[in-house]
């Protein structure tokens, strides 16, 4: 109750700069067992870690919001967001374990799960570009030339200059 208290009182007094307190906040939120709020303010302080190169600070946040997402009901909004927060992730984990780790693989799977459920053609290139980053620095290349294919059918079906750059 005492962290909930303390958790609104720093959003009225702060709630024309909540970012600047997300790690606070978040850390209010978790205590105080709200985990929307939680999760959210996470995902800020793991995007501020990440904007400075704290790579080790933004996976601490990001996977303490994907854990409060799995205990979370499982709708299009909490899967929608985990694959957010998966997204985010991938960054600070390539720098903190190096692009071929495993955990990276299995992060990005993961959230190529989370694409096919959901159907989100809007998300579907980053997480294909971060399966396509580890297998071409792990050198497997066979599935790095198919997955750089399957990036360029996607960039020219959208028409998506960036996209299109970034598949060659």
């Given amino acids: 109750a005492l962290h909930a208290t303390i958790l609104e009182t720093l959003e009225r007094v702060h709630a024309d700069r909540l970012g600047q307190h997300a790690e606070v906040l978040a850390h209010h939120a978790v205590r105080a ?6 999760v959210r303010y996470l995902r800020e302080a793991g995007a501020k870690a990440t904007a400075r190169s704290a790579n080790r600070e933004a996976v601490d946040f990001l996977e303490r919001a994907l854990v409060l997402l799995a205990e979370l009901p499982e709708t299009r909004e909490t899967l929608s967001d985990a694959l957010d927060v998966r997204i985010a992730l991938g960054t600070p984990l390539m720098a903190v374990n190096g692009a071929p780790s495993s955990l990276v693989e299995a ?4 959230a190529l799960e989370l694409v096919e459920r959901l159907d989100d053609a809007a998300r579907r290139f980053l997480v294909l570009w971060g399966l396509w980053y580890v ?3 792990r050198g497997d290349y066979v599935p790095a ?3 750089g294919e399957r990036l360029l059918e996607i960039a020219r ?3 998506d200059d960036g996209q299109l750059l970034e598949a060659h």
Avoid at 33 to 38: L, S
């Fill in 157 to 159: 079906a959208g028409n």
């Fill in 135 to 137: 297998r071409f620095a």
């Fill in 33 to 38: 067992a709200i985990p929307d709020k939680a």
């Fill in 107 to 110: 992060l990005y799977l993961a």
């Fill in 145 to 147: 030339v198919k997955a």
